[in-house]
């Protein structure tokens, strides 16, 4: 139904792109009507019939026009400069419980809106006609009939021909199910323990949950709307900086830990390409970082501290075994000899233990130089058989070139993998020292005919503390660290390691080792 | 020139232990806990040092450059010890002659004093 009609150009007024003046109506049956494009034209000596006819047209158009809108859910509406309305389409009218007559010329005061509503609606139409620019916003509302809903409303000016606001136009849509959809997803973000940051294709911050302001000690304010890098100036030049571009340009996801010294803090981060721009989980892992340099220091620190009564024990030993020898006490020399072939055993565990540590901090050095693998590889073997006279160790093969890497720690990979086959080779069997060259590195592997691994447990076999278990707890010596050693040294000279085996079959561990995996001459060579 | 070594190390089992085992060999054999001065390497004139590298509010890399740097003393051979898996940087850091890593082999030790002491004095002593 449409509203009345107080003077055609008013109503022609609430077309959209429609800007007509309100028509004087003629004494004289003639009506001056002003041209959309500001061109005057006079119509004189009109008839009446004619001007009844023109009448009829615009209230057709009207009808279709107020039928129109009338389909949509959306609600649309006009104001006039008192902010009462002159129309409204026929979703508002249903959700009001009234009919086109009763809402035109009512304001919200009228029609029974909470008063601060009312007033703030009020305000915003008289904000649009003074200032000429449109108002978004959003509010809850409560109908009569008792329907609940969020709604998103915007208040657009309808210009005049001179220039000046005519009147307002309006549209609001019911942004209920949209706004729970929002809130169920921030509570879930709220609810998440990591502190979660929206960024968009400008760095501006657009959304930032409860954690993030805890954890940043901003308020939403501080951040929203304002870009990243306006908020945390420490951020540029920083791995962050790097991992959000990442993420923001190229579409990479990424995570890091590193240290903010804006904040005195270690923060680990989780980027995430978003459409638009990111997603940032931030968790602050300071505490964590503390304790960790604190068990670092006190290994390394227990390290060194056990290691230093061991040197004294093992003079001690010696001079001994020495004095054993000399006075032809073979007897006991064989004694202090086996207690100093325990006393390796501890330095190694402790070296284990420390070069953890090590790795685990990042501070483990290689010192690179060119050197040549098979007398390396002869030296490990010769060097384990004086320990281990048996099972027998055959070496197969030989590279026949030199690489660049560290020769200890290179040494060390060895023994270690020798060490562990002797450990599951029956006494009376062989371990198989293979050697072979590539044209790119060097591949060495040690096959024992033990009791193999089973798939499931290949994977874990380089994990730290790995150890195989046996009948009893302690069958298998160890602190099952020097696999897990043995395939860092490995990976940090860009090589690789291995394991193949059968249950009950036996197993080779192997690695390669690239012909120049180390810079030879860097800081910390030897 | 003597066959005198002067062995600095906070610890008194190191220090007993590399007595024994030097003294065992002929050298005569002078300790610290406190590490050495100039003016005590000038006084004593070992003809060689092992110097640990951590002792009790001493850092021996310190004391080594200090003994390096003074043209009094620069050509005692300087040997540095530790545990610590980097002495051999801290060596040529700090311009020692040589490292000892411990806990270091009996052999070494006299391989090391052979080396610094007596080759440089054509016979053994003792």
């Known amino acids: ?526 | 020139m003597t066959d005198r070594i002067l062995v600095a190390d906070d610890d008194d089992a190191i220090l007993e232990g590399m007595r024994l085992i030097l003294e065992d060999e002929g050298y005569e054999v002078i300790t610290t806990r406190t590490g050495p001065t100039i003016e005590s390497v000038i006084e004593e004139r070992p003809a060689l040092i092992f110097l640990d590298i951590w002792m009790s509010g001493l850092d021996g890399r310190n004391v080594c450059a200090a003994i390096k740097s003074d043209k009094r003393t620069h050509g005692v051979p300087v040997i540095l010890s530790s545990a610590n898996i980097d002495v051999g940087r801290f060596a040529k850091e700090c311009g020692a002659d040589d490292i000892l890593t411990k806990p270091f082999e009996l052999d070494e030790v006299l391989r090391l004093a052979e080396r610094y002491v007596r080759s440089t004095q054509g016979g053994r002593r003792g």
């Open chain 1, 1 to 526: 139904m449409l509203a009345p009609l107080d003077g055609l150009g008013t109503d022609l007024a609430t077309l959209p792109g429609m800007t007509h003046q309100p028509p004087t109506r003629p004494q004289s049956g003639c009506a001056v009507l002003v041209h959309p494009d500001g061109d005057a034209g006079e119509f004189s000596a009109m008839r009446v019939a004619d001007l009844r006819k023109l009448v009829q047209q615009q209230e057709q158009q009207l009808r279709v026009f107020d039928a129109t809108l009338s389909t949509i859910a959306d609600f649309a509406y006009t104001f006039d400069r008192d902010g009462r309305f002159i129309y409204s389409n026929r979703s508002l009218l249903d959700l009001l419980g009234i009919t086109a007559e009763e809402i035109v010329g009512k304001n919200f005061f009228d029609l029974g809106y909470p008063t601060e509503l009312a007033t703030r609606l009020q305000h915003q139409i008289e904000h649009v006609f003074v200032t000429k620019e449109h108002v978004v916003d959003e509010t809850p509302f409560t109908g009569p009939t008792g329907a609940e809903g969020y709604y998103e409303y915007i208040f657009r000016p309808v210009f005049a021909a001179d220039g000046s606001v005519e009147m307002v136009a309006g549209s609001t849509r019911d942004v209920t199910e949209r706004r729970r959809v929002q809130e169920q997803s921030r509570q879930i973000l709220d609810s998440i323990s990591d502190a979660f940051m929206a960024v968009d294709t400008d760095w501006r911050f657009t959304y930032v949950n409860q954690q993030a302001e805890r954890l940043l000690t901003r308020t939403p304010g501080d951040l929203l709307g304002h870009t990243i890098w306006d908020a945390f100036p420490g951020l540029l030049g920083s791995s962050f900086e790097r991992a959000y571009r990442r993420a923001a340009e190229d579409r990479e996801s990424s995570s890091l830990t590193d240290y903010y010294p804006n904040h005195g803090r270690w923060y680990e981060v989780h980027v995430y390409p978003a459409d638009p721009g990111i997603t940032i989980y931030l968790r602050d892992v300071t505490q964590r970082k503390c304790l960790e340099k604190q068990k670092d220091d006190f290994l390394a620190v227990a390290s060194h501290e056990l290691k230093t009564p061991v040197s004294s024990i093992k003079a001690f030993a010696q001079v001994l075994g020495r004095r054993f020898t000399a006075s032809g006490d073979m007897e006991s020399a064989t004694l202090v000899g086996k207690m100093d072939n325990q006393l390796n055993k501890l330095t190694n565990l402790i070296s284990d233990l420390l070069d953890v540590t090590r790795i685990e901090s990042g501070q483990i050095r290689f010192r690179s130089h060119l050197f040549e693998v098979d007398p390396l590889v002869r030296e490990i073997t010769d060097q384990i058989r004086l320990t281990a006279p048996e099972p027998v160790i055959r070496i197969d093969g030989c590279a026949g070139c030199s690489i660049v890497a560290d020769r200890d720690r290179t040494g060390q990979v060895l023994m270690n993998l020798l060490s562990n086959s002797i450990k599951f080779a029956p006494v009376d069997s062989e371990i198989v020292v293979a050697v072979s060259a590539d044209s790119d590195g060097v591949a060495v592997t040690v096959t024992d005919s033990g009791m193999g691994i089973s798939r499931e447990r290949q994977a874990l076999v380089f994990d730290r503390f790995y150890r195989v278990l046996g009948p009893e707890p302690d069958t298998y010596p160890g602190l099952g660290l020097g696999l897990f050693i043995s395939a860092e040294i490995v990976r940090r000279q860009r090589g690789r390691v291995w394991v193949e085996s059968e249950e009950g079959a036996g197993s080779t561990f192997g690695f390669w080792l690239p012909l120049s995996g180390g810079e030879p001459g860097t800081p910390g060579d030897d």
